[in-house]
């Protein structure tokens, strides 16, 4: 038996299938829909290639599946000429909504969204709690903050959709940001009790709850490489960072067991951690360097994070290369029994792009840092030319097998998967519609790749796209839209049906995947 759920975020849009047996494209299939719900989504990933590598092929470029490989011609050139050609009259228009400080408007909309996802067949979803509404500067709940919350859980509830809860997506107090962020280990104890007081308040109505999504971004993105303000570029500080919230999740872990034997939560309530997992490679024939580089950068980036969850410890390979180049965290007395309080029940895996290394030319960069490793350039590649990652469905299936060899016990789900397009209105019919063949081509390949990993062994629950409805980015606003339901900026912010939603609808019905 197969069974498919399909979650979605609205910024974070998801959905996830959850797969018992063999998937191929014309299967049965009984699909459970989930659906998730956030109000911001982060629009940079971890281990990103730079523009500088990326070019294309004329051969492959098509507007129906808008990837290209990489070669000597830079894309953003690609790009240009596409906006000049085709949406010079509407460019003025669409600049003004793409970089202006809008949002989805989720918030005043939130019940026709829900009823939106239900007229979809969508049966769960996943949304955040933000720090920042539920708690005051005093750490008491904000009843404002707490009553939205219920009311969404309400409404999800009276169309019999389940809400999957996620506690922290980059929302961090403005008053704690000010005293360091992460840095601080006040921060770490402040964390544990915004935890403690989200089960408490909602632990009677929520079954599935998550520590954190993407805990690697912050240290990458704020710190190593120093994109995200306060556009700090120190590894050290990166180090620091991720490993005081790996205590923070730790201690959030330990208060959700504590509630729940309190009282405080349901007796079938899960925790889990979500996190972009960027499968490492590295050349076809690697130099002992190049392998030495893809070990670290897999220790920091994904080990580092399995190890915490499935073990309660860090890879100790990891720690002793740090201690090598005196990059060792600040270490306390009892960290140690805190990280054995982070095992969860399950994972979920963000993943977009592979993460391909070598060995670094330069031993430090500008600033004077290690370097673990540089980006390699696989000649092979296919690139979404819009978001500047490498398309590889594959990467799903050796995380898989990954997990089956190395983590045999956790079971995983693939939390976020999708593809961002610019300038999507060039695909729209005379009916005003949309038509995005390049996302189902998308989604069909990564569930052929995900199938193949179930059936070779892994303990995958399921896959979750990115994002149902076109979600919000603090650094590009809707520049790159992921939805299978568009966003009009232009008119009320009204949410439009692209040929993807139709699709996955008729799949729900049909109980079966077809072009």
Not at 202 to 220: A, S
Not at 365 to 393: C, L, Q, T
Not at 447 to 455: P, Q, S, T, Y
Request: hydrophobic share 35%.
């Amino acid at each position: 038996m197969i069974v498919l759920n399909i979650y979605d975020i609205i910024n974070n849009n998801l959905w996830i299938l959850i797969v018992n047996g063999g998937f191929f494209m014309n299967n049965i299939i009984k699909i459970c829909i989930i659906f998730t719900l956030l109000s911001f989504l982060p629009s940079i990933s971890t281990a990103q290639v730079s523009s500088e590598y990326m070019g294309d092929k004329k051969q492959t470029y098509s507007l129906a599946y808008p990837v290209v490989d990489i070669e000597d011609k830079k894309i953003e050139d690609k790009i240009n000429e596409d906006i000049e050609a085709q949406l010079e009259d509407l460019k003025e228009k669409i600049e003004k909504h793409v970089y202006s400080k809008v949002d989805m408007t989720y918030y005043e909309k939130y019940e026709d969204d829900i009823k939106l996802l239900k007229s979809l067949n969508m049966d769960s979803f996943r949304t955040s709690i933000q720090w920042t509404r539920l708690l005051d500067i005093n750490g008491k709940i904000n009843p404002n903050g707490a009553n939205f919350y219920h009311k969404v859980i309400n409404c999800a509830k009276e169309n019999d959709i389940e809400i999957f809860m996620n506690l922290y997506h980059f929302d961090m107090p403005t008053y704690l940001f000010n005293k360091g962020g992460w840095e601080n280990r006040e921060v770490v104890e402040a964390y544990a009790h915004y935890a403690k007081m989200a089960f408490r308040e909602f632990g009677k109505e929520i079954k599935y709850w998550f520590t954190f999504n993407e805990p690697i971004v912050e240290p990458d993105q704020r710190y190593r490489h120093g994109v995200w303000f306060p556009f700090i570029k120190n590894a050290q500080k990166g180090i620091n960072v991720q490993y005081n919230i790996s205590l923070a999740h730790s201690l959030a872990v330990n208060e959700f067991y504590k509630a729940k034997e309190q009282g405080y939560i349901r007796e079938d309530a899960k925790i889990g951690l979500i996190n972009c997992f960027a499968p490492p490679y590295t050349k076809e024939n690697p130099t002992p360097e190049d392998l030495e580089a893809l070990r670290i950068e897999d220790g920091i980036n994904n080990r580092w994070w399995l190890d915490l969850v499935t073990e309660g410890h860090l890879p100790q390979d990891v720690l002793e290369t740090l201690k090598q180049y005196n990059m060792l965290p600040e270490m306390r007395p009892g960290d140690e029994e805190i990280f054995k309080l982070g095992k969860v029940d399950w994972l979920g895996f963000n993943y977009y792009h592979p993460s391909r290394i070598q060995a670094p030319k330069e031993k430090y960069d500008e600033n004077g840092h290690i370097k673990f490793s540089d980006p390699y350039v696989w000649p092979e590649a296919k690139m979404n030319i819009y978001r500047g990652w490498e398309i590889y469905p594959k990467g799903i299936y050796d995380f898989g097998m990954k997990m089956k060899k190395e983590y045999p016990n956790l079971k995983f789900f693939v939390s976020e998967n999708g593809m961002g397009v610019e300038y999507e209105h060039r695909f729209r019919n005379e009916a005003g519609e949309i038509q995005d063949d390049y996302r189902i081509e998308f989604i069909k390949e990564h569930l052929e790749w995900i199938a193949k990993a179930i059936e070779d062994g892994a303990q995958c629950l399921g896959y979750h796209y990115w994002g149902v409805i076109d979600n919000w980015s603090w650094n590009n606003a809707f520049k790159n839209r992921y939805g299978l339901v568009e966003v009009d900026l232009m008119n009320d912010y009204q949410r439009k049906l692209k040929k993807s939603a139709h699709w996955i609808q008729n799949v729900i019905k049909t109980k079966t995947i077809t072009d």
